[in-house]
């Protein structure tokens, strides 16, 4: 059995397909695109996406420069945003989902929802919990405690019983390692 191949680009998030609209897709799609120019990748290039096991992907992406240093010029904040950037493309494939919505409580332990686009209940339902978290440049020991410190953190929402995808994307690599856990107050 082949392993499943993965494109991911941001042309969705960048035309507000995704209920955020075109203008944060955008700056969000803006931050990604800078964090991969600051290490050195060129669209497109392969990203290791593990979610249980590591399989290669490609993330494409329009290219920018040394044009937006004084636009990005606090890098932790472009990894942060450009992470969401990856991590919301790549978590609604990986979930079979279509939309996203920012969370809009501080203290859950989640930054976004991932929605359905209909179903029995109405249109744009909840379906997961979605934490993420970007490193401009690390090392593997420092993405495995990122997960697994995001993952506990998750815990403060398991009350809402959806799963919670937790991604750490990691921008030299590139890399973006996920994990999912049940709702159910799983430990």
Avoid at 40 to 62: D, N, R
Avoid at 126 to 131: C, D, I, K, T
Avoid at 135 to 151: G, N, V, Y
């Amino acid at each position: 059995m082949e392993a499943p191949y993965y494109l991911f680009s941001f042309d969705s998030l960048k035309e507000g397909q995704l209920d955020l609209s075109a203008v944060y897709g955008s700056f969000l799609a803006e931050g990604a695109a800078y964090c991969l120019f600051k290490n050195q990748h060129t669209s497109p290039c392969g990203l290791v996406l593990t979610v249980e096991e590591p399989v290669m992907a490609k993330l494409t992406w329009k290219e920018v420069g040394a044009e937006l240093d004084s636009t990005w010029a606090d890098l932790k904040e472009a990894a942060e945003y450009g992470a969401y950037a990856i991590a919301i493309v790549v978590c609604l494939q990986i979930a079979n989902s279509a939309r996203v919505e920012r969370c809009a409580q501080a203290g859950t332990g989640i930054d976004i929802w991932v929605t359905d686009n209909a179903d029995d209940r109405g249109i744009f339902q909840r379906s997961a919990r979605l934490e993420v978290s970007g490193i401009l440049r690390d090392d593997k020991h420092s993405i495995t405690a990122r997960l697994k410190q995001k993952l506990t953190q998750t815990k403060r929402s398991d009350h809402t019983k959806l799963p919670a995808y937790v991604a750490v994307v990691e921008f030299g690599s590139p890399e973006i390692r996920m994990s999912k856990r049940s709702g159910r107050n799983q430990q």
